[in-house]
């Protein structure tokens, strides 16, 4: 049983636990319609969020009260679209999440939008939680008359990995910021501008981003393709050298050899797949 200490609005309670006297959050429809402050209730079927052990948050209590209920409404979806399609989601980030959409609701209203520089390589790299965080489009345009941009859904796809991932919100962004500068580093030793939307590019992104992993993991490939790829492909060995002595001075970490015969194939796919292209 919990005991209300406030009603956000007819979906969202904030209640304490008769059994444990700790906060809680109550989400379910029409959960808060016609409740008084101390009147008992049963949550049973209801969304339950424990206030104390949220995730990236300093002062839960103080934070829900800031939120407008409806974007906790709007985090709650989200994290049960990305349970539905993913399977497990850590439900600790509703806070910061609802946190966010408030604040960037507040940013579009104000005419302050923040740019997002790396929403292509999110879009690929985080593909399954864009597209969880496309979902809240609808919601928010019923509610707020406000279209979201690709660069805050951008932004919202990167909380929600944090949910599905032992990632926070910061390192994730950290992860795209690196494999945007590999990439970079690869377009100018090639000379040519990847296709984003090609399955060559997919597979390099993805493969730059677990490289990047297991460098701040120190995690190694054990299989070396090293000796093939210099002797078949000395070109993308060459440019593969240079980018992993760039990419360990960026990340401060050493990369482990065997990630050069790798990272050399995936640059020989993508040079073969632009000169299909340029031929055709």
């Given at each position: ?50 206030l104390v052990d949220v995730k990236n948050a300093k002062d839960t209590t103080s934070s829900v009260k800031e939120i407008a ?102 390192s994730s962004m950290q992860v795209a910021r690196c494999v945007r500068e590999c990439i970079n580093l690869i377009e100018k ?92």
């Amino acid at each position: 049983m919990y005991r209300v200490e406030k009603v956000l609005n007819h979906n969202v309670v904030l209640a304490i636990s008769e059994e444990d006297k700790q906060e809680y959050l109550i989400m379910q429809k029409g959960i808060g319609f016609g409740k008084k402050v101390a009147e008992r209730f049963d949550a049973e079927d209801a969304q339950v969020y424990s206030l104390v052990d949220v995730k990236n948050a300093k002062d839960t209590t103080s934070s829900v009260k800031e939120i407008a209920p409806v974007y906790l409404e709007a985090a709650n979806m989200l994290l049960d679209e990305t349970q539905k399609r993913i399977g497990k989601v850590d439900r600790s980030v509703l806070i910061p999440l609802a946190d966010h959409i408030d604040f960037a609701i507040r940013r579009i209203k104000e005419q302050g939008e923040i740019s997002n520089p790396l929403i292509a390589d999110i879009q690929v790299l985080f593909h399954m939680e864009y597209k969880v965080a496309e979902q809240i489009l609808p919601f928010i345009e019923e509610n707020e008359g406000i279209t979201l941009s690709e660069s805050e859904i951008g932004y919202i796809a990167l909380h929600i990995h944090s949910a599905i991932a032992e990632q926070n919100v910061s390192s994730s962004m950290q992860v795209a910021r690196c494999v945007r500068e590999c990439i970079n580093l690869i377009e100018k030793e090639i000379n040519q501008s990847i296709p984003v939307m090609t399955l060559s590019y997919n597979r390099l992104m993805n493969h730059v981003r677990y490289m990047v992993l297991r460098a701040e993991q120190n995690e190694e490939i054990k299989l070396s393709m090293n000796d093939y790829m210099e002797l078949r492909f000395k070109k993308s060995y060459g440019i593969a050298t240079y980018v992993c002595d760039e990419m360990s001075k960026i990340l401060r970490v050493k990369l482990h050899e065997n990630e050069l015969g790798y990272l050399a194939m995936h640059i020989q796919r993508c040079i073969e797949e632009i000169e299909s292209e340029i031929q055709e």
